[in-house]
């Protein structure tokens, strides 16, 4: 066999330019999502600063978040919901962008009616936090770090999920600007045999020890109830309602 004596580096290889992944892009992978993720940090975009809180009860799950969105430095607004029902026992909570999390819980809703209409059951809470996790990956969803909470046939699960797709089951969990305050309330006050109700006042002091301190998040809370009966979402403007 000959010895190949040109350059290499003339060939169809540096077409191909010398940074690129040998493995890349991914399956879903969408072009240009640094740049897209770069814009995501603008001032320009409407973002919940929040505090989210996730937690695992007996009987199923409690979530509650703040109320309020901010665009750049000031309140945009102070009555936006933060949780929502994606699954018949599931729900997500929103940190982040407000435009991509939109985004991301209708594409939740209709992925899962879509398995049930295939399937005749519905999605596993495992599952749904791998697809959550997948649509993450893809880049479509800058910059959105939800908490996914539901029942099914196992049980009570509550997933943290980061912005880039990366998921953990947790007994309890946080997001948003408010964490470090609301996650210290949280491992004082949670136990393993903590009741619905108990887990409602557990969230209602995270999410207002967070309110006191974080900027970014205030105006009230909404907490979400997730057992085998379904999703039950409640607005409180004042937290003495839960304490």
Do not use: W
Request: no cysteine; aromatic share 4%.
């Amino acid at each position: 066999m000959r010895t190949p004596t040109g350059d290499l580096s003339d060939g169809p290889a540096a077409d191909l330019g010398r940074d690129q992944p040998v493995f890349g892009p991914e399956l879903g992978e969408f072009e240009h999502s640094e740049r897209r993720a770069a814009k995501a940090d603008g001032e320009g975009e409407m973002k919940t600063g929040t505090t989210t809180v996730g937690i695992k009860a007996e009987d199923g799950v409690v979530m509650a978040t703040d109320m309020r969105a901010s665009l750049g430095g000031m309140v945009s607004s102070k009555d936006v919901q933060k949780v929502e029902e994606i699954h018949p026992r599931g729900a997500l909570t929103i940190a982040g962008s407000v435009s991509a999390a939109q985004n991301l819980i209708s594409t939740l809703r209709a992925e899962t009616s879509l398995y049930e209409a295939r399937r005749g059951k519905d999605m596993s809470m495992e599952a749904l936090s791998t697809l959550t996790g997948n649509l993450l990956r893809s880049g479509a969803f800058f910059v959105v770090q939800p908490i996914l909470g539901g029942v099914d046939d196992e049980g009570a699960h509550i997933y943290s999920i980061d912005a880039l797709g990366g998921t953990t089951e947790e007994e309890y969990t946080v997001t948003g600007s408010g964490s470090q305050y609301a996650l210290g309330v949280l491992e004082q006050e949670y136990d393993d045999d903590v009741t619905i109700d108990e887990a409602k006042t557990i969230a209602a002091k995270a999410i207002q020890s967070a309110v006191e301190r974080d900027l970014a998040s205030g105006n009230g809370i909404n907490v979400a109830v997730v057992t085998d009966d379904g999703v039950d979402i409640t607005r409180y403007k004042e937290f003495d309602d839960l304490l």
